[in-house]
């Protein structure tokens, strides 16, 4: 918890430091001047008040969870800068939610189709058993919560400030919610400001909670994006929904589709195949509409097909344009007629709306 207040998120000084003297010692050394630390950490050092840090922990209902905690994600440890501790607030627990996340992000300045799939990625990922995991931005990331709570399902939030602050303010009824019905998670102490590096740490938090990340709507140089680099970087699966080619907005996931960075998924089931098990989770075939000739053999089509919709035609005609002889064609055609597919008059055959 002194380290989180301390220093910066992915501080490599900070990392150096309590890698050769481990916690305790490292703080007591920045605690008595001999630290090799920045002077900035000195400065906080002297405000440093650690039963003031767990009073605001007690104050705004939340936990602290470190490395070897049984609620502590297993997915931080493989980050090359892992958070010191992650401050949780809800009843759910962070290590199940984030066995089963999918993250799933997108620009802030979304779209309404950009809204639209996000909300039915995050109600039909929810609905399957995944977890959402996302940033609870304006835009896609809102969209998404949304779309999990409304399959009244938990999902998680990771902010850039202290769980104690509503951020942005406009959401602090959703991140209630969120609260209520699954967890917010940050590695920033209760009180912390959302700086914009804060924002790029904890984008590697949302990658690393997850099987895989999805990105809905992207510029050129959208902070989802960054979130799709961690996941590469950790060896996750990273999948983009494509948008409309005349759409800024959807201009950096069409380039990660593109360059072969992404994998384009459209919908839930393919969402699962991108990050379920291999050969288990396969996502369906998608097919168009059934029609009733389908069920036809290719000789029945072939006759099927050689009846006019519009004027008469003698069977003879039928069988020379099917390619097949008169008896068989006449056998044919009355077993299309029973099933319906033409009809028969004295004048000849015709083929049924």
Same mark, same amino acid.
């Given at each position: /918890? #002194?380290?989180?207040? =301390?220093?910066?998120?992915?501080?490599?000084? #900070?990392?150096?430091?309590?890698?050769?003297?481990?916690?305790?010692?490292?703080?007591?050394?920045?605690?008595?001047?001999?630290?090799?630390?920045?002077?900035?950490?000195?400065?906080?050092?002297?405000?440093?008040d650690?039963?003031?840090?767990v009073?605001?922990?007690? %104050?705004?209902q939340?936990?602290?969870?470190?490395?070897?905690?049984?609620?502590?994600?297993?997915?931080?440890?493989? !980050?090359?800068?892992?958070?010191?501790?992650?401050?949780?607030?809800?009843?759910?627990?962070?290590?199940?939610?984030?066995?089963?996340?999918?993250?799933v992000v997108?620009?802030r300045?979304?779209?309404?189709?950009?809204? $639209?799939?996000?909300a039915?990625?995050?109600?039909? %990922?929810?609905?399957?058993?995944?977890?959402?995991?996302? @940033?609870?931005?304006?835009?896609?990331?809102? #969209?998404?919560?949304?779309?999990?709570?409304?399959?009244?399902?938990?999902?998680v #939030?990771?902010l850039?400030?202290?769980?104690?602050?509503?951020?942005?303010?406009?959401?602090?009824? !959703?991140?209630?919610?969120?609260?209520?019905?699954?967890?917010?998670?940050?590695?920033? &102490?209760p009180?912390?400001? &959302?700086?914009?590096?804060?924002? =790029?740490?904890?984008?590697? %938090?949302?990658?690393?909670?997850?099987?895989?990340?999805?990105?809905?709507?992207a510029?050129?140089?959208? *902070?989802?994006?960054?979130?799709?680099?961690?996941?590469?970087t950790?060896?996750?699966?990273?999948?983009?929904?494509?948008? &409309?080619?005349?759409?800024?907005?959807?201009?950096?996931?069409?380039?990660?589709?593109?360059? $072969?960075?992404?994998? =384009?998924v459209? +919908?839930?089931?393919?969402?699962?195949?991108?990050?379920g098990? /291999?050969?288990?989770?396969?996502?369906?075939?998608?097919?168009?509409?059934?029609?009733?000739?389908?069920?036809?053999?290719?000789?029945? /089509?072939?006759?099927?097909? +050689?009846?006019?919709?519009?004027?008469?035609?003698?069977?003879?005609?039928?069988?020379?344009?099917? @390619?097949?002889?008169l008896?068989?064609?006449?056998?044919? !055609?009355?077993?299309?007629?029973?099933?319906?597919f033409? *009809?028969?008059? $004295?004048? *000849?055959?015709?083929?049924? &709306?």
């Amino acid at each position: /918890m #002194a380290f989180a207040r =301390l220093t910066e998120p992915c501080s490599k000084q #900070a990392r150096v430091e309590i890698n050769d003297f481990g916690y305790v010692d490292a703080l007591a050394r920045v605690l008595a001047g001999q630290s090799r630390l920045s002077g900035t950490v000195c400065g906080r050092a002297q405000q440093l008040d650690l039963d003031r840090e767990v009073r605001a922990t007690t %104050l705004c209902q939340s936990r602290v969870v470190i490395p070897g905690d049984p609620d502590w994600p297993t997915g931080f440890d493989d !980050l090359e800068h892992p958070p010191h501790c992650v401050w949780v607030r809800g009843g759910g627990r962070l290590s199940d939610l984030a066995a089963v996340g999918v993250a799933v992000v997108g620009a802030r300045g979304s779209t309404s189709y950009g809204n $639209h799939v996000a909300a039915e990625l995050g109600y039909g %990922l929810t609905a399957q058993g995944a977890v959402v995991v996302s @940033g609870a931005a304006f835009g896609i990331d809102a #969209a998404v919560h949304r779309g999990a709570l409304a399959a009244d399902g938990p999902t998680v #939030a990771a902010l850039a400030c202290g769980v104690d602050r509503a951020y942005p303010a406009a959401h602090a009824d !959703l991140l209630d919610q969120i609260v209520r019905d699954g967890l917010i998670v940050s590695e920033a &102490p209760p009180g912390a400001l &959302p700086l914009r590096s804060r924002f =790029l740490a904890r984008n590697r %938090l949302i990658a690393a909670a997850s099987r895989g990340t999805i990105v809905i709507e992207a510029g050129r140089r959208s *902070g989802s994006l960054n979130t799709a680099g961690w996941a590469v970087t950790l060896g996750r699966p990273v999948g983009a929904v494509p948008g &409309p080619v005349t759409s800024a907005a959807s201009a950096g996931t069409n380039a990660w589709i593109r360059e $072969h960075a992404a994998e =384009l998924v459209t +919908a839930t089931d393919e969402v699962i195949e991108l990050v379920g098990e /291999m050969g288990a989770d396969l996502a369906e075939e998608p097919r168009g509409p059934r029609r009733p000739e389908d069920d036809l053999d290719p000789t029945e /089509m072939a006759v099927w097909e +050689a009846v006019s919709p519009h004027r008469v035609r003698q069977a003879q005609q039928v069988a020379v344009d099917a @390619g097949v002889d008169l008896a068989q064609c006449q056998v044919l !055609l009355a077993g299309l007629e029973v099933r319906g597919f033409v *009809g028969r008059d $004295h004048h *000849g055959w015709r083929r049924t &709306p």
